[in-house]
């Protein structure tokens, strides 16, 4: 099924929010958001210093990978995000996250933090 244009802006919209509050080292603000989530904010800001790069929010033109999970009650997608880095520009550090729809909002779990 084929969501509408808007829908795919609200969840991109999602996922730039934690990553710009990930690459302003808001790692409680992030864990706030993601209470379901694997991460707590003590493993996301060990994953960032143990990288040594300095992350940045996402260019307009980064790709944000979606992929459908089947058999839920909501719609879910598990998200792949490459992250950018003032050093290296697009990174090999990646963001895993699953997104949940929930009414008219879309709910994000951190997943993963981690180089590819």
Same mark, same amino acid.
């Not at 864990?31 to 940045?56: C, E, I, M, Q």
């Given at each position: 099924?084929?969501?509408?244009?808007?829908?795919?802006?609200?969840?991109?919209?999602?996922?730039?929010?934690?990553?710009?509050?990930? /690459?302003?080292?808001? #790692?409680?603000? !992030?864990? +706030?958001? %993601?209470?379901?989530?694997?991460?707590?904010?003590?493993? =996301?800001?060990d994953?960032?210093?143990?990288?040594?790069?300095?992350?940045?929010?996402?260019?307009?033109? /980064?790709?944000?990978? #979606?992929?459908? !999970?089947? +058999?839920? %009650?909501?719609?879910?997608?598990?998200?792949?995000?490459? =992250?950018?880095?003032?050093?290296?520009?697009?990174?090999?550090?990646?963001?895993d996250?699953?997104?949940?729809?929930?009414?008219?909002?879309?709910?994000?779990?951190?997943?993963?933090?981690?180089?590819?």
């Amino acid at each position: 099924m084929t969501q509408p244009k808007n829908d795919q802006h609200q969840r991109d919209d999602a996922v730039r929010r934690v990553v710009s509050l990930l /690459a302003a080292a808001e #790692y409680e603000a !992030i864990a +706030g958001l %993601s209470p379901a989530g694997r991460l707590n904010a003590t493993d =996301l800001s060990d994953a960032v210093a143990g990288y040594g790069r300095t992350l940045l929010p996402l260019p307009s033109h /980064a790709v944000i990978d #979606y992929v459908t !999970i089947e +058999g839920t %009650s909501a719609l879910a997608w598990s998200v792949r995000v490459p =992250l950018h880095t003032r050093e290296e520009g697009r990174s090999d550090l990646t963001l895993d996250l699953t997104i949940r729809q929930q009414g008219t909002r879309y709910l994000v779990e951190l997943d993963d933090l981690h180089v590819l």
